[in-house]
């Protein structure tokens, strides 16, 4: 083994550096199954509330725009794949501006997500009239069940951008401990875990794209 | 852990990566392509029905999924015990939905003859298996 007890990287409680770097990814695993979990719960209700609601969750999903769902798919893949580049660029001994280059390509693509979650889709629901509770002026077919799905939208969108908000943070924090040089090869436990998170909440809009805008006869004008 | 003794964690060559990528990114186009597609729709019993372009999306999505979990998230090369976690993550949503869909989905089923019931007198005779076992095990 290369490393030794004394290496500042590795604490006491472990016998290696592959030991620590193992036990801090189990770890991170553990909170994400609760986070699964806890859009597992909103993702069951929505399944639930669409079964009993099935029109009106059609032509509610009508109203959101592909195009921009789609686009932000796009942009969440780029970001991710930045997010991997840039833990490679730390296990492989790249520079610590190598490091910093891909963490804030990241938060960019983090940023676009959010400007176009924000700007163009919720701000485009607003002006519609498609916010329940605040400024909800549909008044078309299912109106009752098109404001449920819209409780849902908002909620499941907010939550995730709420993680996406949180991920910034962790980026941000990320890039001023890269520039101070404290990733190396061996020590970068703390881009690991962040990296993991960042791909969860990826994740969840892999599948918030298809449930929300995607399925129920995008085809035609609905069943 | 003699295979990675040099690096924490194994390195993942960045062809991976960037081949992970753009499927991905082709998933993402597929999916958004077969949605303006009717795959129509397959009737099962008398009030449900597979929706073929939900079940596309979703298949698209877990394969998107797996593709992250496994290459992105590292879990292809993590050890047994990481790996036990991811999949027990999923396993208890797996439960949860189960669950909740064989309440949701059953609700209208009394009262009306459905193709398995004539299957009931037969699970009826499966339930009583484990008592006449014990009958002949205690002569």
């Known amino acids: 083994m290369a490393h030794t007890a004394h290496s500042p990287a590795l604490v006491h409680q472990f016998e290696t550096a592959e030991q620590q ?3 801090g990814n189990l770890g991170m695993w553990v909170f994400l199954a609760t986070e699964v979990m806890f ?3 909103v993702f069951m209700a929505y399944i639930v509330y669409r079964a009993l609601h099935l029109p009106a969750f059609i032509q509610g999903s009508h109203f959101l725009n592909v195009t921009l769902g789609a686009t932000n798919t796009a942009v969440l893949i780029c970001s991710s794949l930045t997010m991997a580049l840039a833990i490679h660029a730390a296990q492989t001994g790249k520079s610590k501006s190598t490091i910093m280059m891909y963490l804030i390509l990241t938060m960019l693509l983090g940023i676009a997500f959010l400007g176009i979650k ?3 889709e919720w701000t485009a629901d607003w002006r519609e009239g498609l916010v329940p509770g605040l400024h909800f002026t549909y008044s078309g077919a299912y109106s009752s069940g098109v404001q449920l799905f819209f409780c849902f939208y908002f909620f499941m969108t907010g939550l995730h951008a709420l993680h996406m908000i949180i991920g910034l943070g962790i980026l941000t924090t990320l890039t001023v401990m ?3 040089g404290r990733f190396n090869s061996v020590y970068f436990a703390p881009l690991e875990v962040s990296g993991l998170y960042w791909h969860f909440v990826d994740i969840v809009w892999i599948f918030l794209f298809p449930l929300l805008y995607l399925i129920g006869g995008r085809y035609g004008g609905g069943h | 852990m003699s295979d990675h003794a040099e690096h924490a964690g194994h390195v993942v060559p960045v062809k991976i990566y960037v081949g992970v990528f753009l499927a991905l990114l082709v998933l993402t186009g597929l999916t958004t392509t077969v ?3 009717d795959l129509g729709q397959t009737h099962i019993g008398l009030h449900h029905e597979i929706d073929w372009n939900t079940v596309a999306a979703l298949t698209i999505a877990v394969a998107k999924m797996l593709l992250v979990v496994l290459f992105f998230m590292h879990v ?7 790996r036990l976690v991811v999949a027990a993550g999923f396993f208890w949503l797996a ?3 189960a669950l909740t869909l064989s309440d949701e989905l059953a609700r209208d089923w009394t009262d009306t003859a459905q193709p398995w019931s004539v299957l009931l007198p037969l699970a009826g005779s499966l339930a009583k ?3 006449l076992l014990a009958l002949l095990l205690r002569s």
Do not use: C, D, N
């Open chain 1, 21 to 23: 770097h193992e036990a």
């Open chain 1, 39 to 41: 859009f597992g719960g």
């Open chain 1, 118 to 120: 924000f700007t163009f």
């Open chain 1, 178 to 180: 890269a520039s101070r």
């Open chain 2, 35 to 37: 949605a303006y597609i």
């Open chain 2, 76 to 82: 292809k090369y993590s050890p047994g015990l990481t």
């Open chain 2, 95 to 97: 439960i949860m939905v």
């Open chain 2, 129 to 131: 298996v484990p008592a």
